[in-house]
């Protein structure tokens, strides 16, 4: 089965600066890619999904890049601000609305 | 986007009794839903699928008989943990999407067995 791995696991920045997170997958057959933010108790909420026919994807301070080859794909937070403090896992399917398989998640603190 | 309702948020009950916590799909069908668990500081681990009108896909390593799902309609889907026990206290979490469309998670259901 797929098996995702994600680093680092525990992430501190300053706020204003960047926060990179890389998870690697398995699975070659895998080809959507979610990124979801989970706070403290609470649901882990969507943020940003690629599909495997695309190399990048951007909303407004978030982005997400995909190599499809190498079977890695990133997470990049531009402008960090203390409301993004949380852990983010990545994800991988077979298609979107499929059985997700986690990374192990990054704790993210953005120190003001 | 689609709105996952999750109950009871949180549970504590005896070791011994069973508990049954429940998934629905507000505004929309979802012919397929999944269960989550997650231990403190950990990630989500997948336990199982629930098919609408058919028997649940368990993965590796969880009991279906103490991990009980039941799918009888196509915005409901409920998870019964049977006999709990002490370790199975943690963090159960449904997703559903609509077709082929994004995974919503619901809010997810703290159980702790005494």
């Known amino acids: 089965g797929e098996n995702v791995e994600q680093h680092p696991s525990t992430l501190s920045v300053q706020e204003g600066d960047s926060a990179v997170i890389k998870c690697t997958y398995s699975?070659?057959?895998?080809?959507?890619f979610p990124w979801y933010k989970q706070e403290l108790g609470k649901r882990p909420q969507l943020i940003i999904d690629?599909?495997?026919?695309?190399g990048e994807k951007k909303d407004q301070r978030i982005a997400v890049t995909l190599n499809k080859t190498a079977k890695h794909f990133s997470l990049h937070i531009t402008e960090t601000q203390p409301e993004d403090s949380a852990v983010y896992f990545c994800?991988?399917?077979?298609?979107?609305?499929?059985?997700?398989?986690f990374g192990g998640g990054t704790r993210v603190l953005v120190k003001p | 986007g689609a709105v996952v309702s999750q109950h009871p948020s949180w549970v504590i009950c005896k070791s011994g009794t069973s508990v049954k916590i429940e998934c629905r799909s507000l505004d929309f069908q979802a012919t397929t839903m999944f269960w989550y668990r997650q231990f403190p500081k950990q990630s989500l681990m997948l336990m199982a699928t629930?098919?609408?009108?058919?028997?649940?896909?368990?993965e590796q390593g969880v009991e279906k008989d103490k991990f009980l799902i039941n799918h009888a309609s196509l915005t409901l889907s409920t998870l019964t943990v049977t006999s709990a026990h002490p370790e199975d206290s943690s963090f159960y979490i449904c997703?559903?999407?609509?077709?082929?469309?994004?995974?919503?998670f619901g809010s997810g259901t703290q159980l702790s067995v005494l």
């Open positions: 690629i599909r495997s026919n695309v």
């Open positions: 994800a991988a399917s077979f298609a979107a609305g499929n059985k997700l398989t």
């Open positions: 997703s559903a999407g609509q077709g082929s469309e994004k995974l919503f």
């Open positions: 699975d070659s057959a895998s080809n959507y």
């Open positions: 629930s098919n609408e009108g058919s028997k649940a896909t368990y």
